[in-house]
């Protein structure tokens, strides 16, 4: 299969795999998950070929495939990869494969729309993370907000409308800036060459003045930073998580929530690299700001949901901070960190929604004492725990201990606030698992529980597989994105020094390594 219709056919099997649930009659709720979860699983298979034919030797974008689709306008179906977008669809499609298998108990009304749901945003999720177009990418973008939508919306908790609107409401706010940057760049671009264009290699070959960098990077990082979310703009993730089902819960936080720093990655740092440099400080600054907040807030949490949802505003923000160090050990900690947080924070969701299907509560106060009816459910959540904590031997630790590598070399003071997170993630973690796991059963309803089925069992055994690889050898994931780390910190090397530079902020000097490893590679 060539390359390009390999990425075309993991882009669009889902697609396929929603006409094919449609054609299955509604009440067969057996072979419509069945269905749904071997579609799943065949876009992950398939998705598998596209890392066995990468050559991780070059930088380029690979796989590509760029036909003429609105030609009058300049539209173009242009899809390819790199190492990075490789990375997080591969994350895509392996957690949804995942959420699929795991949702199979967890909804007994409309299934048929929920797994078509599942998959329709699958498809929209892949076409993000592959486009370079920016007009298809702006359409991927809106695709998968509707199943989110609906997945909050109609097979939520009892605050469910509240929050998909609130979703919505703050995505599409996000997204109407960066429609109109994105129009702003084909202006752009057609006013210097003559040409009308959406095509991303080719705008980013065009240098921009220093003011329409500034105001694009907020636009675009605007839109960027309400979906990580960066604080302040998190308000809207607790409640979507809260409220979602669980397998929504798993996508929100181990893909959508990444798309904000894959926007960055690809659009806001290679475009607008003068913009770059003045607004390292201020988001350096919200990030570090929504480790400690995220993670203080975590703690008071009386809902084991809720405190999973805050978590991930404090583990976004390591991401967010590794980033903007624009340093090889912290851009590369910051995507591997995305693939973590994806894995261990999915784990932990599919988790509580398992507890949650037996107790119908999510209360710490209702457990105490679940290690002794359910002690290998006590087993998988104890390494999920300890890997979203960061101990060495888990994926966390890698990923954070590359960002916090790289955060000294840019800004001690960032990396040492920052490391504070690591502490209070232990706190809130060690002591809910205390809470739930251990003492006496004081409630009589968590005597008799079921520990988990072979179908739970097999959903979590490849997230902890996941969790050990990458803690004990993390080399095929670096050097998959190693490439494509450095060539995007070249770029925004090469576009600063092409400009001259006056701060919006006064700044901490970025050293001079920040090309290589720190200390030389």
């Known amino acids: 299969m060539m390359g390009s219709q390999l990425l075309t056919w993991v882009i669009f099997l889902p697609l ?8 299955i009659p509604k009440d067969k709720h057996a072979l419509i998950r069945k269905a ?64 699929i298998l795991s949702a199979f108990s967890a909804v007994d009304r409309s299934v048929r729309g929920f797994f078509a749901s599942l998959l329709l945003l699958e498809t929209g999720m892949i076409g993000v993370f592959a486009s370079l177009d920016l007009f ?51 202006f752009h671009f057609h006013d210097q060459t003559g040409r009308y264009t959406f ?31 960066m604080w302040p703009f998190h308000t809207w993730l607790p409640d979507a ?10 996508i929100l936080a181990g893909v959508l929530l990444k798309m904000g720093v894959y926007g960055f990655l690809r659009f806001c740092l290679p475009l607008f690299p003068v913009a770059t440099f003045e607004f390292m400080p201020l988001i350096s600054i919200l990030a570090v700001i929504g480790v400690i907040y995220g993670a203080l807030v975590a703690m008071v949490q009386k809902d084991i949901k809720s405190l999973v949802a805050f978590s ?48 119908h509560t999510r209360l710490i106060a209702d457990f105490g004492g679940l290690a002794k009816p359910l002690p290998v459910y006590a087993a998988f959540f104890m390494i999920v725990m300890l890997s979203s904590i960061g101990v060495p031997g888990t994926n966390g630790f ?88 450095k060539t995007l910190i070249g770029q925004v090397e090469q576009g600063r020094k092409a400009s001259a530079i006056v701060p919006l902020v006064e700044s901490t000097p970025i050293p001079a390594n920040t090309t290589g490893l720190a200390g030389g590679e």
């Open 16 to 23: 396929i795999g929603v006409g094919a649930l449609l054609l």
């Open 36 to 99: 749904a979860f071997l579609f799943a699983l065949a876009t992950f298979v398939i998705s598998l070929g596209l890392l066995l034919d990468f050559d991780t030797a070059t930088s380029g974008m690979q796989f590509e495939v760029n036909i003429p689709w609105i030609s009058e306008f300049g539209v173009n179906y242009h899809q390819g990869i790199d190492g990075i977008s490789l990375l997080l669809i591969l994350l895509t499609t392996f957690l949804t494969a995942i959420a």
């Open 136 to 186: 298809l990418f702006y359409v991927f973008w809106e695709v998968m907000l509707v199943p989110m939508y609906f997945l909050i919306g109609v097979w939520g908790g009892e605050r469910r409308v509240y929050a998909a609107i609130k979703f919505v409401l703050f995505t599409m706010v996000g997204s109407l800036l960066m429609l109109v940057a994105i129009l702003v760049l084909y």
């Open 199 to 229: 095509d991303l290699m080719q705008i980013m070959a065009l240098p921009l003045p220093r003011t329409l960098q500034l105001w694009l990077f907020g636009a675009f990082g605007l839109a960027f930073a309400i979906k990580v979310p």
């Open 241 to 250: 998580h809260v409220e979602a089902p669980t397998a929504g819960s798993v």
């Open 312 to 359: 991930s505003v404090s583990h976004m923000g390591f991401v967010m901070l590794g980033m903007m160090t624009l340093n090889q050990q912290g851009l590369s900690g910051s995507i591997l960190q995305m693939v973590n947080h994806g894995v261990s924070t999915g784990a932990l969701f599919i988790l509580v929604g398992m507890i949650y299907e037996r107790r």
């Open 398 to 485: 890698v990923g954070e201990f590359l960002i916090l590598l790289g955060s000294w070399s840019y800004n001690q003071v960032y990396a040492i606030l920052a490391a504070t997170g690591v502490i209070f993630a232990a706190c809130y973690m060690l002591w809910m698992y205390q809470r739930v796991f251990f003492g006496k059963i004081t409630n009589p309803a968590n005597e008799k529980l079921v520990d988990l089925n072979l179908r739970e069992k097999i959903v979590l055994v490849p997230l902890v597989i996941m969790i050990f690889w990458i803690g004990f050898y993390p080399k095929p994931f670096l050097k998959l994105m190693e490439p494509a780390v």
